[in-house]
């Protein structure tokens, strides 16, 4: 059993202590004010490093550590390279403490803490564990760090903040640090101390709120949380909000981790820049990966998406968001962790094996990301340290109407920082080609969803988010000035002016650009997918909804998006949006597809869309892979129109027309946009060497014979490059299979024109021969 320590005898009034010889034998500790006990106890101190671990006393040196439920604590110093152990002696309440003959400098030295002992049953057994003593180490995080925290310019945030393994004086353990400015103490629970905070409070590192404590023999692959003391006297404990790995949900502990993964798409990344993504192909699969094949993990999915996705001939996959969530139902757009992929389909390395393969394969990765609010979990960033922190502290600004979030604080400088760290993060840990931005609309305006009444006005009067906008401008700006060859891309749906505007160029309403490098077209996809819903005798009475993008298309740099979004809750399926029978429903998708693959902008399709799926997508069985087996009656069906995608992306990626003036008026031109009557619509595509496609989409159920279309330039030959109708690809095989030689005959103010046969629900592309 530990020595108890003496009760302190009190001088007698009016007299005073006699000087004393140094001890040159350990004695008995001065004893612990009991302001100092209290507060370590109660996990409110803000210095624990300054009462525990060794400090000069008079008359020597104190070593005091805190380990409840041990019998004994032994300090094992060295001594000519010899141990030389001293028992510490009982203070109570888990206190141990000795006092040391003076050294000339502190000594150093382990612990060895005993719990039980022999005496407690005839089986029992003492157990005694060694360790170094957290609090004989200085601060690990160094001044640089403190001032950037503070200033909110941390641009490597997660180095600093979070549990990382480190050797600190030749000692192995984890540095947790963690942001928490209206905490009275904060203490580190995990299994590694049995979930029992007491015994490892944190430090407070002054006025950049941050809290820190070393703790040897931590190591990878342990869960731990943070007890924070609030002021009102309760205590939370909440996950870490830079947790670079979590438990797998619905468990919610942060675990420590470091990576081992070796990198080898070196040259994808050296090459990712040589082309502006708005002059370069760019036709993305969006992918939610919990359910593209139900079951597998980021490593089973490294062997079979890169290779479907190649061989579709994307160029991009994005995926829904990867960040830790702990309701699959929000498909990942409700984040708690986010630094962390989510634990569901493996570790942070097994994420980044994907990345890497994905990459080997030639295809870049866009990952959605959510900066707009987060859940309201009481684990989580809700009230993090007792107060509104991460969220904005007046209510009403801080409660999102839609979704019962909570939206973030974007004018406090250190909430910025954890999320344009967050934007670096994603790009430079697991090389992530580009960001999707969800709810970007959300962010910038003060009135989103919200009732007059319901809403203060900004400085000027105005409904805009003005630190919403200061914080996404930066956002972009630091991830291109990072990041070369990364792009972002907002999902905006209002006229916000100059969303892929620089942010330095200001525009008529007085603001910077956004600086994103892509707008979805969310009008684009309303209109068009509102024409085809239509049955084809009544489109002629909407034909200005697939030809009103145009007047708009240069406005912004957009992507063309048939996502997630559109497939769900009683959205029907792409496919199923379509009138008529089923022959006509995939012909219209099919038609759908190349005139989407052929208009001004980039393209995005979801899951399941690519092989005609007549389902909505759900998130807990995914796309209907059973249409695709052989054994099935309908397979080709679906099949063809799988292999027109194939087709498409074949033909896009080897047509510069179709993207490299994506931006620029000089690469399209109307043919025909005023043919109502007959659903049909023409326009052409040009490179920056002038060379054109024609594209000609025929909307109504009937074949039209010997149709004129203008055709631009002067070439002895067109040459149908693609055609939704053909047999392979499930239509009825009526086109243009011969060469077709231009008259000099003008018509829709070109200088030739040919006749085509227009394949009914069917679009056509030709090239000069």
């Known amino acids: 059993m530990a020595r108890k320590a003496p009760a302190a005898k009190p001088t007698p009034a009016g007299k005073t202590t006699p000087a004393e010889k140094p001890p040159t034998t350990p004695r008995p500790a001065p004893p612990l004010p009991d302001h100092d006990r209290h507060r370590l106890l109660t996990g409110r101190h803000h210095d624990p490093h300054g009462v525990l671990g060794t400090h000069p006393a008079p008359g020597g040196v104190v ?5 409840p439920y041990a019998t004994a604590v032994t300090a094992v110093t060295v001594e000519r390279g010899r141990d030389r152990p001293v028992e510490l002696y009982d203070e109570g309440d888990g206190f141990f403490a000795v006092l040391l003959p003076r ?23 003492a157990d005694v564990v060694e360790t170094h003593d957290p609090y004989r180490f200085l601060p690990t995080l160094g001044d640089l760090d403190l001032h950037l925290i503070r200033e909110g310019r941390h641009e490597r945030l997660w180095e600093a903040l979070g549990a990382h393994p480190m050797t600190v004086d030749g000692v192995a ?12 103490g904060v203490r580190v629970a995990g299994n590694f101390n049995y979930w029992d905070a007491t015994v490892y409070p ?3 590192l002054g006025s950049s709120g941050v809290w820190e404590v070393f703790l040897p023999g931590v190591h990878e692959g342990e869960a731990y949380k943070f007890d924070i003391a609030k002021a009102d006297g309760g205590h939370t404990m909440r996950a870490d909000p830079m947790a670079r790995r979590t438990e797998p949900p619905p468990a919610n502990a942060s675990i420590v981790t470091s990576t081992r993964h070796r990198w080898s798409d070196a040259d994808w990344l050296e090459h990712r820049a040589d082309v502006p993504t708005h002059e370069a192909p760019f036709s993305v699969y969006e992918v939610h990966l919990p359910s593209w094949r139900p079951g597998l993990g980021y490593r089973e999915l490294a062997e079979q998406l890169p290779a479907y996705v190649k061989d579709l001939g994307f160029t991009h996959v994005e995926l829904m968001p990867v960040a830790e969530h702990p309701f699959g139902g929000s498909w990942g757009y409700q984040v708690t962790g986010f630094y962390a992929p989510t634990a569901r389909l493996g570790t942070p390395d097994d994420f980044r094996h994907l990345v890497d393969t994905l990459h080997q394969a030639g295809i870049g990765v866009i990952l959605d990301w959510v900066p707009a609010h987060f859940p309201k979990d009481d684990w989580a960033l809700a009230e993090f340290d007792g107060r509104p922190l991460y969220e904005h502290e007046d209510p009403a600004r801080a409660a999102h109407p839609d979704w019962g979030t909570l939206e973030f604080d ?3 400088a250190e909430v910025r920082n954890f999320l344009v760290a967050n934007a670096v993060y994603w790009c430079e840990e697991f090389h992530v080609d580009g960001l999707r931005v969800d709810a970007v609309a959300s962010m910038l305006y003060l009135d989103y969803s919200r009732e007059e009444g319901e809403w203060t006005p900004n400085a000027h009067g105005g409904r805009e988010n003005l630190d919403a906008v200061a914080f996404l401008q930066e956002m972009n700006a630091t991830v291109y000035r990072r990041c070369p060859g990364v ?9 916000w002016d100059g969303v892929t505007r620089a942010t330095h160029h200001t525009g008529p309403s007085g603001f910077g650009g956004l600086g994103f490098g892509l707008k979805w077209n969310m009008g684009w996809m309303h209109d068009s997918l509102g024409y085809l819903a239509h049955e084809p005798v009544h489109r002629k009475y909407h034909h200005h909804e697939m030809t009103f993008s145009m007047v708009y298309a240069y406005s912004e740099n957009y992507v063309l998006p048939i996502s997630h979004d559109e497939v769900v809750h009683g959205k029907r399926s792409l496919v199923s949006k379509m009138p008529g029978d089923w022959w006509q429903q995939r012909a219209d998708h099919r038609a759908y597809l190349a005139f989407m693959w052929g208009h001004p902008g980039k393209q995005l399709l979801f899951m399941g869309q690519e092989f005609a799926q007549g389902a909505e997508w759900a998130e807990w069985h995914g796309p209907d892979w059973w249409l695709l087996d052989p054994s099935y009656s309908a397979e080709p069906d679906h099949r063809g129109v799988r292999d027109l995608v194939r087709e498409l992306n074949r033909v896009y990626l080897a047509t510069p027309a179709l993207w490299q003036r994506d931006t620029v008026p000089d690469g399209f031109e109307w043919i025909e946009g005023g043919a109502a009557d007959d659903n049909v619509l023409a326009f052409a595509r040009f490179d920056a060497d002038g060379s054109p496609l024609v594209a000609v989409s025929n909307f109504a159920p009937v074949v039209r014979h010997d149709y004129r279309i203008g055709t631009p330039g002067h070439h002895p030959a067109w040459q149908e490059v693609l055609n939704t109708d053909e047999r392979r690809f499930g239509g009825s095989d009526t086109g243009n299979p011969d060469p077709l030689k231009p008259e000099h005959v003008a018509w829709h103010g070109q200088p030739t024109s040919v006749t085509l046969t227009l394949p009914p629900l069917g679009t056509v592309w030709l090239r000069p021969a």
């Open 487 to 495: 792009v972002t891309v907002a999902e905006e749906s209002t006229a």
């Open 103 to 125: 050294k000339r400098k502190l000594p150093s030295y382990r612990l060895r803490v005993t719990y039980g002992t022999a005496e407690d049953g005839a089986d029992s057994v």
């Open 63 to 67: 070593i005091r550590v805190l380990r």
């Open 173 to 184: 353990g984890t540095r947790f640090t963690v942001w928490a400015p209206n905490a009275r």
């Open 202 to 204: 944190m430090r407070s």
């Open 410 to 412: 974007y004018g406090r």
